[in-house]
C-alpha cells in the first residue's frame, strides 16, 4: 500500500512544508537569496487577503520589482 505525502503546512500559499524539520531546515540554511524570496512571497500573500491599501500596494510592487532586477 503507497503511503500518500502530506504537507505539514503551508507557508504563504506557495511554499509547501513537508513536516516541522523541514521547517527547522529552512530556518537554519536561510541565506539572503532565499530571506529575500520568504520576504516577497510573505509580501503578496498579505495582499492577496487585503492587508494593504491601493498606495501601500504600489509602493510595495515597485519595490519587488526593484529587489528582482
Same mark, same amino acid.
Given at each position: 500500500?503507497?503511503?500518500? &505525502? +502530506?504537507?505539514?503546512? &503551508?507557508? /504563504?500559499?506557495?511554499?509547501?512544508?513537508l513536516?516541522?524539520?523541514?521547517?527547522?531546515?529552512? !530556518? +537554519? *540554511?536561510?541565506?539572503?537569496?532565499?530571506? !529575500?524570496?520568504? !520576504?516577497?512571497? +510573505?509580501? %503578496?500573500?498579505?495582499?492577496? %487577503?487585503?492587508? /494593504?491599501?491601493?498606495?501601500? *500596494?504600489?509602493?510595495?510592487? %515597485?519595490?519587488?520589482?526593484?529587489?528582482? %532586477?
Amino acid at each position: 500500500m503507497e503511503q500518500e &505525502n +502530506s504537507n505539514y503546512g &503551508n507557508l /504563504f500559499g506557495t511554499i509547501d512544508l513537508l513536516s516541522e524539520e523541514h521547517l527547522e531546515i529552512i !530556518l +537554519s *540554511t536561510m541565506d539572503a537569496d532565499h530571506a !529575500l524570496v520568504y !520576504l516577497i512571497e +510573505s509580501v %503578496k500573500s498579505a495582499h492577496q %487577503k487585503g492587508c /494593504f491599501s491601493i498606495g501601500e *500596494t504600489e509602493v510595495i510592487s %515597485k519595490s519587488i520589482r526593484v529587489l528582482l %532586477k
